[in-house]
Structure formats: C-alpha cells, structure tokens
C-alpha cells in the first residue's frame, strides 16, 4: 500500500514539474537589455562625436520580424561613469506576443531626457537630440530559455537637427546683405 501512494505521489509530481517547464517553455518571450555583454554585444551610442551619458535615455522597441515594433519597458538612462555611452541596468524586458524561442525583431531607440519622458515625445519636439539604432531579429529566451541578448546591435551617433531650408535662406540673404554694405 505503502508504494503504491508512493508511486502514484511521484507520478503526479513528475506531470505537475513536466508541465511547469513545458509551459515555461512556450510562456512570454524576454530580452536581456544591455548595450555592452562581454564581446558578443557592443554598442555605444555618442551625440556630437562623445559617448552619452544618464541625461539619455534608451528603450527597446520590440516585435514580430517585418511586423510593427512598440516600446517595451521604459527609458533607462545610460551610465555616467567609465561605461558611459552604454546602458547595463536594463534588466529583462519581456516581448509581447512573442514565446520563447521564437524570433522577434529589436531595436533601441535614445533620446534626451529633457525631451520628454517617453521616446514619441521626443520625436514629436523635431529638435534633435533622438536617434535609433537599426533593427536586428533575434530568437527571445524566456521560461527555461535564457533570455536573449541583443547580439548584433550596432553603436549609432544621435541625430543632431539640420537647420530648415528657410532659415539657411534667410542667414545667406543676411550675409549678402552684410557684403554689399560693405562695398
């Protein structure tokens, strides 16, 4: 009697544990996200030729390959001490919609964040100072997966504004201006 409750206890557990980790194994997709993993990822991100530091902020837009990326997690400010122009404290950010061991497309978007708290408030200022790396497609770890890094990010220089054609115009209009005074 004994080893019959026995075998049938381990018998339930066995399922229970095999079920656990089969559903680990589907469940939500995660991406470790740091800019700087040993050798396999490096990707440092300057503005105006220096390597930017927590007045930035990244965050990864993630999704389905050739599908739309949206923002998952939130900004995370780069470092300001000798690994500036990297952020390593973006922890695990989940991936919507994707399960684990599948692919989905990545990229990290930068902004200051005196531009606004998110990413599309920066955009929307057309001031400058935002930039994105270009997409990568990776397989996403999650459950008994461990969780992908962002190997084969690429480091990018943030955008710096060009000045509006009709203020060129108007500075070279001056500058003749300025000349012909002068003759």
Known sequence: MHATVFSTSMKTLTLFA??????????????????????????PV???????????????YVGAPNGNLAPSGSGTPF???????????????????IVAGEFAQVKLVVWAGSLGATYAEAVAKDVGGVGESSPITIRVGGGIIPPATLEGLRGFEISIPE????????????LLWTLKRRR
């Open 46 to 60: 300057t503005y105006f030729g220096e390597l930017v530091d927590s007045r930035f902020l990244g965050q990864l």
């Open 18 to 43: 095999g079920l656990a980790l089969s559903s680990g194994c589907f469940g939500q997709g995660t991406v470790y996200f740091s800019t700087r993993v040993g050798a396999t990822v490096d990707a």
């Open 79 to 97: 470092r300001s001490d000798a690994g500036r122009g990297y952020i390593t404290s973006g922890g695990l950010i989940e991936v919507p919609e």
């Open 163 to 174: 000045p509006p054609s009709a203020l060129l115009g108007c500075w070279g209009l001056g």
